[in-house]
């Protein structure tokens, strides 16, 4: 029980020296006159504002150029890509001006079977 007494008794003794120290070098700084407050106030305030009017102007800058750069490349490409493709667009195939091309497969139906197997066996039964 002794050694909890003494550690007791030594944490609040530095408990107390902490905060003696802590409010003589407090005494110690040198601090600002209000003069000299405002004036670091007012250059880190106006550095501040000029530095976000320069990123607000550069975003749109950039925003524009997307806008008006990139998305304009990037219509003229498809545009481009579109008229390559036979010069046929969706337009003329729904309107039923140009038909759609057929896959081979779906020309054929059971009748054209049935007469392929008509002529198949005729000619196994001559």
Not at 41 to 50: D, G, M, R, Y
């Amino acid at each position: 029980m002794a050694k909890e007494a003494n550690k007791t008794n030594k944490e609040k003794k530095d408990k107390k020296s902490f905060f003696k120290e802590f409010r003589a070098e407090l005494k110690r700084v040198s601090w600002p006159t209000f003069k000299q407050l405002v004036n670091n106030t007012t250059a880190v305030l106006t550095i501040v504002l000029i530095t976000a009017a320069i990123v607000f102007v550069l975003d749109v800058i950039f925003e524009n150029l997307n806008n008006y750069g990139v998305e304009k490349l990037k219509t003229i490409v498809s545009s481009t890509s579109q008229e390559s493709t036979e010069g046929i667009s969706d337009n003329e195939v729904d309107s039923g001006e140009i038909e759609p091309l057929e896959d081979e497969n779906q020309g054929d139906t059971d009748d054209n079977v049935n007469e392929e197997d008509n002529s198949t066996e005729g000619t196994v039964q001559e």
